[in-house]
């Protein structure tokens, strides 16, 4: 089992920045990939970026270049910095952690409102 947490999200003016936080715990010797996912009102769950232990980072193409992801393993940690913030940014972002096992686990959330 792995538990996630997130936080830093909250209510930013376009332009602006926030940084997402995501704790893990648990078995967090078993997580391969972390990434974030976000879901605004009425839309699909869609995935932001993507962490592989020791791999390359990847990015969905409207947050590429705004977005970074990152991952401090000795804290446990998984931060996505975002810069530029649009309004069509709000949503609820999620993290993730994929296992060992092909299972994915996810976080309960947090809201991220970008007012123009």
């Known amino acids: 089992q792995v538990q996630l947490v997130e936080s830093g999200g909250g209510l930013v003016q376009a332009g602006g920045s926030l940084r997402l936080s995501c704790a893990a715990s648990g078995s967090i010797f078993s997580i391969n990939t972390m990434g974030w996912h976000r879901q605004a009102p009425g839309k699909q769950r869609d995935f932001v970026a993507g962490i592989p232990s020791g791999g390359t980072t990847n990015y969905a193409d409207s947050v590429k270049g705004r977005f970074t992801i990152s991952r401090d393993n000795a804290k446990n940690t998984m931060y996505l910095q975002m810069n530029s913030l649009k309004p069509e940014d709000t949503a609820v972002y999620y993290c993730?952690?994929?296992?060992?096992?092909?299972?994915?686990?996810w976080g309960q959330g947090t809201q991220v409102t970008v007012s123009s």
């Open positions: 993730t952690a994929d296992v060992r096992n092909g299972r994915r686990y």
